[in-house]
């Protein structure tokens, strides 16, 4: 999720616990992140060193500080995640694995452990149904955000695009 201070959730109340979701990280106030239990990165492979710059920053000024990491990337380079020193890889969709780690009960998650990975690893996968998927909050496009976003590729400024998630034909990924 991608917000900003003029998305109606950017801080919100879930579980005793305040959320803030951003597209920012700023390595250069690693100090500001200091007071958060839990950093979840979302991450295509093009952007897998600047998150592996954010987890070992954040791992160097709070150690205890957990930070997992989904997208893409850790799709299908998890092993490589979980070497950098991940806490948790998230597999396919993460909103139920990220729900379950805020709350700390990882055990409802042992149906979603990855079999490759050996079981004292965090190494999830899931998929959503229609229905949670629908539930899902669209990311903020508008001009401001798109704006200030910085993915660069062959020198160009882009930015991404989640044009389906799943298959409408019931395939299995």
Do not use: W
Request: overall charge negative; glycine content about 6%; charged content about 25%.
């Amino acid at each position: 999720y991608l917000c900003y201070e003029d998305y109606p959730l950017a801080k919100t109340k879930f579980l005793e616990s305040t959320l803030f979701y951003t597209d920012e990280f700023r390595l250069g106030e690693i100090e500001m992140y200091r007071p958060f239990d839990l950093i979840g990165i979302s991450c295509l492979t093009p952007q897998a060193h600047q998150a592996y710059a954010i987890l070992k920053a954040v791992k160097r000024t709070n150690p205890e500080t957990q930070v997992i990491i989904g997208g893409s990337h850790a799709r299908y380079y998890a092993a490589e995640c979980m070497a950098q020193g991940f806490d948790a890889v998230c597999m396919g969709d993460g909103e139920r694995i990220f729900e379950a780690i805020m709350k700390g009960d990882t055990d409802t998650l042992n149906h979603l452990r990855h079999p490759y990975f050996s079981a004292n690893t965090l190494v999830f996968s899931d998929c959503l149904t229609e229905k949670e998927m629908n539930a899902c909050l669209i990311p903020v496009r508008t001009e401001r955000y798109i704006n200030r976003y910085q993915y660069i590729l062959k020198d160009r400024l882009g930015t991404t695009l989640v044009n389906s998630r799943g298959c409408p034909m019931r395939c299995a990924f």
